[in-house]
């Protein structure tokens, strides 16, 4: 064990005999500077207090007294060992590291992996690793959780990770969507990863809550920063800025041809509306109803003075054809590149295309401009529960992993069964107590990305007695709004296929199908 061979060394280094309390102190304070006590990342103020009030720069002079002049791999072999494991992949996942050093009986599991950091630097073994956060910034005493995620690595190659990793959020702001199709053509350093590397990359961003991605039929990896400065976010703030609610039909392929209008990027070309439907759908800060009509709970933004004046005309003119406004435009002194540029890359002019090309024509949507939540109490219900996850994703470095999954079944369990003794089970449609009804997901939790965690309507009432157990080992799936058995039911025993035979083909009410039509089919096809 590493804390052994450092305490070892120690008593050989501060020996007891006529100075044994002294050297006792001393060993004690530099294993707890160490991290080899409760305090994951004790400072030498916090040291000095804790043993007697002496100073930090006492505390220092005594840890650096300490250090080994000459390296010896016998006294110190578990460090050497230690030393040998991180050198074997560029990029170890904290809790993958421990569980090496615990199978070598190198560490418990309830080892600070700060602490054998601390150890390789004390013993002047090596002060080239670190750890990190999982977007590769080093790890400080405020940020820093022993349970954290997280990964050791040596300074450079984290340096090198963060930089490309960045590029990599990059990459959507001009686009709105990219894909990690892009990588290699887009970021030279791309190839020159590791394969433990890139996978990181990729499970930053499947991760990081102010992400949204989705993986597509390819294996793709589509994503855009929702924080970040991007077209397709700005375009969308744009719209809502003029309008409460928007059908996700007009949205989607609106959003679509104000990003097309725009000069193309060079080798990169925009979302498909298909793609950007999946995006409005299930991005934090959008809401949907049953009628797939979308409201905005993001941030708006003000309008240009150009902008002002075009949805000023086109609303009080619905239906105007582009001569029209480009007349109304140049009449209030604007250009014409200013004003093409206005019109045609507005998301929020919905273009009718009916009546042919040289008749397109131009309207806003008023018979919507309605918000959701005055029309129906669960629309305003349904915000507050996605708040409610946002809120939680917000805090998710700050709890352990089991206390985040409690909270978030929480919230998820509320959505379902708040108010309410007994529910229906989506899947048999028996009425049960809401204690023998579970939060199940529709998708894999396991497989979903973090706008899909964060989505009330991931989850779905499923009963104790049968279903919930037929649903998660996917013998039966959801297909077309209808329960239909899978070909693994074959396996199963006679009484097992019954309870299969007497809930096949229950149509699932439509309060449970409401939501991404992802999730069903992710779950059908095993992703």
């Not at 006294?75 to 170890?92: A, G, N, Q, V």
């Not at 009986?105 to 013993?123: Q, R």
């Not at 039966?476 to 039911?489: F, N, T």
């Amino acid at each position: 064990m590493i804390e052994s061979q450092i305490k070892s060394y120690l008593a050989e280094k501060l020996p007891d005999g006529t100075r044994q309390s002294t050297n006792g102190t001393k060993r004690e304070i530099i294993l707890h500077l160490l991290g080899f006590n409760e305090d994951a990342w004790p400072t030498l103020e916090a040291t000095g207090i804790r043993f007697g009030g002496i100073t930090r720069e006492r505390v220092r002079q005594i840890v650096q007294a300490a250090k080994p002049t000459k390296q010896s791999k016998e006294t110190l072999s578990s460090l050497y060992k230690c030393l040998e494991i991180l050198d074997e992949r560029p990029l170890w996942p904290v809790s993958l590291f421990l569980n090496r050093l615990v199978h070598l009986d190198l560490a418990s599991s309830e080892t600070n992996i700060k602490s054998i950091i601390n150890s390789l630097e004390f013993t002047r073994i090596s002060d080239d690793f670190a750890l990190y956060d999982t977007n590769f910034n080093v790890f400080t005493r405020n940020s820093y959780k022993v349970d954290e995620s997280g990964f050791v690595t040596r300074n450079n190659i984290a340096t090198k990770l963060n930089l490309i990793l960045n590029k990599v959020k990059k990459l959507p702001n001009r686009v709105g969507i990219s894909s990690s199709a892009r990588w290699p053509q887009s970021i030279p350093e791309w190839e020159k990863l590791e394969p433990h590397e890139k996978v990181a990359i990729r499970e930053n961003l499947l991760e990081d809550i102010n992400v949204w991605s989705m993986e597509n039929a390819n294996e793709e990896l589509l994503y855009l920063v929702e924080g970040a400065d991007n077209i397709l976010v700005n375009t969308t703030e744009k719209v809502f800025s003029v309008l409460n609610v928007v059908p996700l039909a007009q949205l989607a392929p609106s959003l679509q041809r104000a990003l097309s209008a725009r000069t193309i990027p060079r080798g990169q070309k925009y979302p498909a509306t298909e793609t950007i439907r999946e995006y409005v759908q299930t991005s934090r800060m959008m809401v949907l109803d049953e009628n797939e009509n979308v409201e905005f709970i993001g941030n708006e933004v003000k309008l240009n003075d150009i902008e002002v004046d075009l949805v000023a005309f086109v609303e009080e003119n619905p239906g105007s054809n582009y001569p029209s406004i480009r007349d109304h435009l140049m009449k209030k002194g604007y250009g014409k590149p200013h004003l093409d540029k206005a019109i045609f890359t507005s998301a929020f002019l919905f273009r009718d295309e009916s009546k042919g090309r040289r008749n397109y024509t131009y309207s806003l949507p008023r018979e919507i401009v309605n918000p959701l939540s005055s029309r129906d109490e669960r629309k305003e219900r349904y915000k507050k529960f996605r708040n409610r996850m946002n809120q939680l994703e917000g805090t998710d470095l700050d709890i352990p992993t089991e206390t985040y999954r409690r909270r978030e079944q929480g919230i998820l369990r509320d959505w379902l069964f708040e108010g309410i003794s007994m529910e229906k089970c989506a899947v048999c449609g028996r009425e049960y107590s809401v204690k023998a009804l579970v939060a199940a997901h529709k998708k894999k939790r396991s497989k979903c990305t973090p706008a899909e965690k964060r989505d009330p309507n991931i989850v779905m009432p499923v009963c104790v007695f049968g279903c919930d157990y037929l649903y998660e080992a996917q013998h039966i799936a959801v297909i077309d709004g209808q329960v239909a058995r899978q070909k693994s039911v074959r396996t199963l025993s006679e009484s097992e296929r019954e309870f299969v035979d007497n809930i096949e083909n229950n149509t699932i009410e439509q309060r449970w199908v409401r939501g991404s039509e992802r999730y069903f089919e992710a779950h059908h096809q095993g992703i």
